[in-house]
């Protein structure tokens, strides 16, 4: 099955700095890759995603870049707020079966980001 | 608020009883799928269920169980509880297979949790 690693595990940036995520996974096989962001006492929440056939998708401040060859993906937030504090998780989605109706999505381990001030 | 609810909001029981979360996916969503959340593991993924038939199963012990009913409303069934599966458990939901969407793919919301306590 995939197994999906996460670093760093956390994350501290000053306001207005970048903050890079990074994200490794083993299925070749997998062929999406959403990134979530979990505020304290919440569910997590999509935040951007790229498909197995983009190299790069940005929106506004957060961009997400995917290297399928090395099986690597990254979030990236540039000049970051303090509503940007939280914990992220990358994810990798397989299918599989008839129609491709079974899938499983497998998480990172998640990286708490701190902005400071 | 993504749409997705649960309940209870909390739950605390003790060691050997049986519990059971419950789950109603946003209007429309005929996907479901169920997620446990631990300090030391993250974000494991349980079960998925898609208009009424299970679809894949993940890291799901036997002692729990799950059924997504006609109003595609789910519950997660928990029994012979240990103090290890304390956490907190999440629903989410999509409007349809995540995969299947003319190449595109749909969005997963997730529920506020459960957080289950085991004494």
């Known amino acids: ?117 | 608020d993504s749409g997705v609810t649960q309940t209870p909001k909390h739950l605390i029981t003790a060691t050997g009883q049986r519990v059971t979360l419950r789950c109603s996916p946003r209007s429309g969503d005929l996907s479901v799928y169920w997620y446990q959340q631990s300090l030391d593991q993250g974000l494991q993924f349980l079960i998925q269920y898609y208009n009424g038939e299970e679809r894949a199963k993940g890291n799901i012990l036997e002692r729990f169980s799950a059924q997504q009913f006609p109003d595609l409303h789910s519950e997660l069934n928990l029994s012979s509880l240990e103090l290890g599966d304390s956490a907190l458990y999440f629903c989410a939901s999509s409007l349809s297979l995540l995969g299947l969407a003319g190449g595109a793919f749909n969005e997963q919301f997730f529920g506020p949790g459960t957080r289950l306590t085991v004494l």
């Open chain 1, 1 to 117: 099955g995939e197994n999906v690693e996460q670093h760093p595990s956390t994350l501290s940036v000053q306001e207005g700095d970048s903050a890079v995520i990074k994200c490794t996974y083993s299925d070749s096989a997998s062929n999406y890759f959403p990134w979530y962001k979990q505020e304290l006492g919440k569910g997590p929440q999509l935040i951007i995603d790229i498909r197995s056939n983009v190299g790069e998708k940005k929106d506004q401040r957060i961009a997400v870049t995917l290297n399928k060859t090395a099986k690597h993906f990254s979030l990236h937030i540039t000049e970051t707020q303090p509503e940007d504090s939280a914990v992220y998780f990358c994810a990798a989605l397989e299918v599989s079966g008839v129609n491709f109706g079974n899938e499983k999505l497998t998480f990172g381990t998640g990286t708490r980001l701190t902005i400071i001030p």
